[in-house]
């Protein structure tokens, strides 16, 4: 994987084999940072990362100088990588081992951004419980912004505080914001496969 911007900008993470995960594409990465930089001074945010995987979208966070930030999953393999590509880095970047929906029922927090990527073959009614959870436990700062990757078999934009979504070949991103009113600046969707 390779850091797309920021103080680390072109530097390659090389993840184990043989962890449990399917990261991010560089060009869906890309697209999905070129949205957030018209929304967001990355400089600011407190982000977290669910189902992390190897940190991909944490680290390329972290370079853009967001802080803290969160990386939650449940492999060991992950965490422990995260841990170790954060302090080679020295990132502010805490790695969390624990399942996603016992965290979000857990945790509290006031995150401008969170990010889930959960495998595209979860059960859809997995995919709305994200939602669920982070609105319902106020997780979310006021004018923050709760992002979910999917598959295009997955459709979230039925769900309460949907924003608007990107697609990216087979993958989409989600967004959805405490206000819910679309911004002028997005379409609400989007089938372009750039």
Do not use: W
């Amino acid at each position: 994987m390779r850091i797309i911007s920021g103080k680390y900008k072109g530097r390659r993470i090389a993840a184990p084999k043989n962890l449990p995960v399917r990261p991010t594409t560089d060009m869906s990465k890309e697209a999905l940072f070129n949205i957030l930089n018209n929304h967001f001074n990355f400089a600011s945010l407190k982000v977290l990362d669910l189902f992390a995987g190897t940190g991909n979208i944490s680290y390329e966070f972290a370079s853009r100088g967001s802080e803290p930030i969160i990386a939650v999953d449940g492999n060991y393999g992950c965490v422990s990588f995260i841990k170790k590509t954060t302090d080679a880095f020295e990132f502010n970047i805490t790695a969390i081992k624990s399942d996603v929906f016992q965290f979000l029922e857990k945790t509290k927090g006031d995150f401008d951004i969170i990010f889930a990527d959960p495998p595209y073959d979860l059960d859809q009614a997995k995919f709305e419980k994200i939602n669920e959870l982070v609105f319902q436990n106020e997780l979310l700062s006021e004018d923050g912004m709760l992002i979910i990757e999917h598959s295009k078999h997955t459709k979230l934009n039925h769900l309460q505080h949907f924003s608007f979504e990107k697609a990216y070949g087979g993958s989409v991103f989600t967004f959805f914001e405490i206000e819910n009113e679309t911004d002028d600046d997005f379409d609400e969707t989007d089938d372009s496969e750039e």
